[in-house]
């Protein structure tokens, strides 16, 4: 039995005039009209479907109907939802409640106003992590809007607008557990093993990327209110390095929030609340972490290690800076290579000392811890220099070692200089006797890798009657071919390689003697303390 009724098909009938309709007709008709209807709205439906949508409208039985290649349904628009009205006095009646038109107020209604054009504006979203109040930007009371995540708002011409807030971050039980587990161990617990465990994780595993910036807002409360905390302090900067050592983890977003409280950690006044507390090692280990960040993420941020570097400059420069802030910025200048040491700390270095060394001596300083400081600082200045000298006396090439023989050409004649330098009579005597060769080329000279007066000599010319090449006598008296052609390449090579050791022996005595107006200049200040970074073959070449 169908669920059309043949009421419905003899009501549809006379509706286009079809007055004289049997019954058996209707009845026969509605299961085709059923199926029909089911056909329709199932093609309706995955219309529906396909815009993602969990409303059926009547352009998806538009979209059926043309599929079907019937002629759609003129009258109805899916602008919203049809209403239906119950009909008065019938339980199951429904119909569409729609007012009549009248053409005259139709005609007469004044015209909508014209679509804007097509349009691109370019407009910040955000500068420097701050978002500018401009009319392109969503205001601020927008984004703390009711949590059903809607608000509408009224236009000049009060059409309402219907705005989408931003959706909530929301994280896993199990993140929010281990967030929090982390976040207790670095308050608390930071001297315990699970704390070292907790670290490797954090460097580790491969979903933690939604807690990046829950650990950098963590970070950055807990350094501004915690530097009296010194094992705090450090249990932080041992989280910064676990999250940048994370290769899973995407955190050049978050830099510009995390980067201030790492530097804090670097040059802050003072560290720790405790005598016994070594702000000292936090502040090293602060300096490392800065210049990994900035070997890894200079080339994303390129203004990274030169706001960093100007921000040091201006901490060890300033006299009213506290000692320990200068030792601060000079540990993370020192970190970031000795390039940055060479341009930066070298010029400033004479006038720096100048200002420090009353603060060294114990008939200026009577206060200890003061002088310790000092000392601390001048500590500081002697490596980051030690080092800059070290990069710099290292850049030179090593030429390579002279050959256990030499040949020396004296009267034409080639003599042999053996192994050691003191050779018995019988040892000589015992020797065959040395052939002479002619010779019509110049001698090749190369210098060796300690000195220009160690030079080695080739004579590899062959004679021009056919006599052989240096080596054992032969009795033949003949050389073949192949044994000129390798001589000459011989020959060849070796010119070569004399004019690329000449070339590169002088660039090197001109990096030696820039290298050694430097040293001259540290030794000066630092005294024979600087001596213990050069190494010692350089050192033999400035004695």
Known sequence: MSIVPKENVEVIAQSIGINNLSPDVALALAPDVEYRLREVMQEAIKCMRHSRRTRLTADDVDGALNLRNVEPIYGYVSGGPLRFKRAIGHRDLFYIDDKDVEFKDVIEAPLPKAPL??????????????????????????????????????KDDGVPVD????????????????????????????????????????????????????????????????????PLLFALMRVVRSLLQNPHMHI?????????????????????????????????????????????????????????????????????RTLTQHY????????????????????????YLRLLEPELLLDKQKNEMKRHEAWRVYGALLNAAGQCIYDRLKMFPLLPSPAPKSFWRTSQRVITMPNKRKGSVEHMEEQPPLKKIATDGPTGIAPTNS?????????????????????PPSSTGQMPNEGVSNS??????????????????????????????LLVSLFELFGEDILSFVPAPEMCLFL
């Open 328 to 351: 601060g910025a000079i540990q993370g200048l020192a970190a970031l290579g000795p390039s940055v040491v060479r341009l930066l700390v070298l010029p400033n270095l004479e006038s």
């Open 117 to 154: 054009d097509t349009g691109i504006v370019c407009h910040w979203l955000a500068i420097e992590g701050v978002q500018p109040a401009i009319p392109e930007n969503a205001p601020v009371e927008v984004l703390a809007a009711p949590p059903d995540s809607k608000k509408y708002e009224q």
């Open 451 to 471: 000195s220009p007066s160690h030079m080695e000599v080739e004579t590899a010319t062959p004679a021009p009657s056919g006599d052989t090449d240096a080596g």
């Open 252 to 320: 050049e977003p978050y830099l510009h929030q995390l980067m201030p409280s790492v530097v804090t950690c670097l040059v802050a006044k003072r560290l720790g609340n405790r005598f016994a507390d070594n702000h000292w090692e936090l502040r090293d280990f602060t300096a490392n972490l800065v210049a990994s960040i900035c070997k890894r993420f200079g080339h994303v941020y390129n203004t990274l290690q030169s706001r960093l570097t100007k921000t040091l400059v201006n901490a060890f420069l300033d006299p009213k």
């Open 488 to 517: 000459r390449s011989r020959r060849d090579r070796a010119a070569g390689r004399s004019l690329k050791k000449s070339a590169l022996l002088t660039q090197v005595w001109k990096d030696d003697l820039n290298s050694g107006h």
């Open 163 to 230: 705005i989408k807030l931003p959706v909530k971050h929301i994280l896993s039980r199990e993140l929010q557990l281990y967030f929090d587990k982390i976040t207790e161990l670095v308050v608390s617990r930071s001297d315990l093993v699970i704390f070292k465990e907790a670290l490797v994780s954090l460097a580790t595993d491969s979903g933690l990327h939604p807690l990046v910036p829950y650990f950098t807002c963590f970070i950055a409360d807990e350094v501004s209110r915690g530097l009296n905390d010194y």
